[in-house]
């Protein structure tokens, strides 16, 4: 069965950093473009970071750009977000997400927390 499974995530101060792992099971994901979401307390899931199946092109919002890298590693199945200089705003959950097309998700996993205190 397919998987995608989130860890790193935890407590950290303003201005610190943290790296989420996303552990993808069940079938090659490399063919897949991945991405990362995230969801605040009381607010929408909203997009943070996504790189293509070929990791040639990365795309961020303009809230973590700069501050965040999306990365994958083909040989371990897995994709990584680097983010530096956490803001209080950037608490939330974070998902990891696999999409044939860019329009739609396949496959969800099921989060990991981030808190970043002031």
């Known amino acids: 069965q397919e998987q995608l499974v989130e860890s790193g995530g935890g407590l950290v101060q303003a201005g610190g950093s943290l790296r989420l792992s996303c552990a993808a099971s069940?079938?090659?994901?490399?063919?897949?473009?991945m991405a990362w979401f995230r969801q605040a307390p009381e607010k929408e899931r909203e997009f943070v970071a996504r790189i293509n199946w070929s990791a040639e092109h990365t795309t961020y919002a303009d809230s973590v750009k700069g501050r965040f890298t999306i990365s994958r590693d083909y040989v371990k199945n897995a994709v990584y977000l680097q983010m530096n200089s956490l803001k209080p705003e950037d608490t939330a959950v974070y998902y990891c997400?696999?999409?044939?097309?860019?329009?739609?998700?396949?496959?969800w996993g099921r989060g990991t927390q981030v808190t970043v205190s002031s």
């Open positions: 069940g079938r090659s994901f490399s063919s897949f473009a």
């Open positions: 997400a696999a999409s044939r097309i860019e329009s739609s998700v396949d496959y």
